[in-house]
Every structure is written in C-alpha cells, then in structure tokens.
C-alpha cells in the first residue's frame, strides 16, 4: 500500500540562458522577447535535468518521508532510462510506469532571462497518451492519489481513476494547469466531485470562475466538490479554504534563481503536511517553505526539502499567516 500515487507528466528539461546581447526586448511590450531569425543565438550557461508535474510530486513527498509510487507513460529509449533512475535513486516506485517501444519522452526547453520569469518551450511526447489499459490496476493500492494535470487521452485515464477512488475509498489531491482551465467547469465537474485537495493559481482561478475576489472563487469552486482549495499567486503569496476558513500565507522576499518546479512543490508539500498533521496552517507553512527552496535553484527537483529541513526552515522564522 502506497500513501500516495502521483500521475502525471515526466520530461527531460533543459535550461538555457542566452547572452543578454542575444535578446531582443519589444519596446511596447515589455514582457516580450524575441531572437533574430535565422540567426545563430550564444548561451551563457546550459543544465539538463529532469522535470513533468508528476514525478517532480513523487520526489517530493518521498523526501518529505511518504511512501510513492509515480504513475505515467514514456518511451525505452535512453531519456526515459534517466528519468526511471532519477526516480528509482530517489525511492520512488515506478512499477506503475508504462512504457512504450513508440512512446516518446516530453521534453521542456526552458529560456532563463535574468530577472524575468522564464519562458518555456514544451513538448508533452507520449505525456497525453496514457490509456486506462496501460495501468496495472493490480498496483493501484494509496490512500491518496496526486493528479498533475493530464490533457488528451491522459485526461480520459485520469476521469476513469477519479471513478476508481470511490470504489477503494482513495482521496484525490488535484492540481490545476492553465491548459486544463481553460477546458472550462463543465469538463472538470466528473473529477471536482471527487477531490478532496484542489490546488490552482490566481490565472487558473480566473479561467474556471471568473475574475473575483478570493471569497468569490472559493466558494465558486467549492460547490463542485473539492472540500479544501488553494490558490497561489506567486510573489503575492497563498490563499486556502476550509471547513468555511480562509487563510493566507505571506512569503517572505527570496532570490528567485528561476521558477520551474515551484507550484509543484508548493502543492505536493501542501498535501503532505495535510497528510501528516491534518492542519491547514502547517501545511500552507510547510508548503510555501519548500516552494522557496526550489525558486533559489535552477531544476525543479534539485532543492526539494526532506520533512526535518523544511521542518527546521519553519521554526527559524515566522511565517505569517492569517485566518
């Protein structure tokens, strides 16, 4: 028996940061970057590691001491062999994981600009191709199942397995993307109805229910289903429902290296202090403490905290947090 199963994607990421000459910035549009066409652009520095909302959550709650298994579909070919031992050097089962001689492996190009949010250029490879009759259902033995966001024929698996938790009385954690937002309420109502955690940002929030104050949305998505939701909203911090609750946690200002990785962090470990003192404050604490660690590093695995770092994290400062 699992304590959770983590579905989701898995990618091999590459990290680029081009020479600051190379880029060209809109001058209306400041938020834009662009590179020459047919030009041939110079990096600065260049990292491979590996990434997919799925087992970046599996990583992290095995750090955090949890038992795990990771759930996905990828290739045989030699990236998908590093991202199975990444996972296996970890303490992750990947029995579950299906893989495919035609399967491909996702792939994520992501383009740092110091002191903007990085751009990210992704290919999902067989990330969308996982089908009910992949799964060994034999193996799907948790108390909770973690959802990463899932598009396509993976969308379809993941309403069946949400089916599969009333029969085996298995709690779904379940993470929102903004391609999975934008699908609207009514083609997430099958799983909503069963989540127990939902989490999601301030963009998502907007795309389901509608640009509103926090109390608004909360309630919005509460008549759905979930019974305790966050919404991050980056540098702004984390609000959270519950039981009729509000909270909100206030970062403190960190040096942000680069962001991928973080939301992941920030709801595995959510979930996880949920899941070891079953109280809102500690685990909204614990969760944005993890998620601080991960921004001050390139790679969304790299600084994951174990359950005594972020345990110690919290206790040397304050975090606020208002109910």
Not at 144 to 171: A, H
Request: hydrophobic share 40%; charged share 25%.
């Amino acid at each position: 028996m699992h304590d959770v199963i983590c579905v989701g994607s898995s990618t091999i990421d590459l990290y680029v940061k081009p020479e600051s000459s190379q880029i060209l910035y809109d001058k209306s549009k400041k938020e834009h970057i662009s590179f020459p066409v047919g030009g041939k652009i110079l990096v600065d520095e260049m990292e491979f590691s590996t990434g997919g909302g799925g087992t970046n959550a599996a990583v992290s709650l095995t750090r955090l001491g949890f038992k795990v298994a990771y759930l996905g579909k990828m290739g045989l070919d030699d990236y998908s062999e590093t991202i199975l031992q990444n996972l296996n050097r970890e303490g992750v089962d990947t029995s579950l994981v299906s893989q495919k001689k035609n399967a491909k492996v996702g792939f994520s190009v992501v383009i740092d600009d110091k002191g903007r949010d990085r751009t990210i250029l992704s290919f999902r490879g067989s990330n969308g191709d996982l089908q009910w009759a992949d799964i060994n259902k034999s193996k799907l033995k948790a108390k909770w199942f973690y959802f990463s966001s899932m598009m396509n024929e993976s969308f379809k698996t993941l309403v069946r397995l949400s089916e599969y938790t009333e029969k085996k009385n298995i709690q779904i954690a379940f993470v929102l993307s903004p391609f999975l937002a934008e699908k609207g309420m009514k083609s997430l109502k099958s799983i909503f109805k069963r989540v127990s955690v939902l989490v999601l940002n301030k963009e998502e929030a907007g795309l389901l229910v509608g640009e509103k104050d926090y109390v608004s949305q909360f309630h919005d998505l509460a008549k759905a289903g979930p019974t305790i939701i966050a919404i991050t909203d980056g540098e702004k911090g984390a609000h959270v429902y519950c039981d009729g609750c509000f909270y909100y946690g206030k970062p403190r200002r960190v040096k942000i290296v680069e962001t991928t990785g973080a939301g992941d962090a920030f709801a595995s470990t959510f979930l996880a202090g949920l899941m070891k003192k079953n109280d809102v404050t500690f685990a909204l604490k614990l969760a944005m403490v993890n998620a601080e660690s991960v921004i001050g590093h390139h790679g969304a695995k790299e600084k994951l905290l174990t359950f005594k770092e972020a345990s110690r994290k919290i206790s040397q400062r304050s975090l606020k947090i208002i109910r």
